[in-house]
């Protein structure tokens, strides 16, 4: 019986490790949407990040760190960073705050310190 447990425990994180979140950014300036991904969610403090915006694709690097809880542990919230480059030449980057908790995250992200963006992520 312990070994059928153990099982539908790795069959459920196998399952949830194939979900990334969709990420949606929205220019505040022009109301121009992007759309994209964000990897390893689940299992590390770190990933990939990849942004669609018109014909324009951007990817690099998020990182997050996690907030101290009461008693010194660590929360399942945090802030993050991601740093991404384009086909273009041009870069972005994004701070925000996460949950790891509900899988979300609220942010902006800056494209060649001139345009500003509203950053929504969610699992769909």
Known sequence: MRDIHWCVAVVALLGLTACSPAVTITSRSTGQQGTGTVENIEFGNSGKMHLTL??????????????????GLQSNAGTGNAVLRSNKG???????????????????????ETETFDMQATLT
């Open 54 to 71: 018109g014909d324009e694709q951007f990817t690099g690097t998020w990182l997050a760190v996690r907030d101290t809880s009461f008693l």
């Open 90 to 112: 041009n870069h972005m980057s994004c701070q925000f705050r996460y949950s790891m908790g509900t899988y979300t995250a609220l942010g902006t992200c800056v494209k060649n």
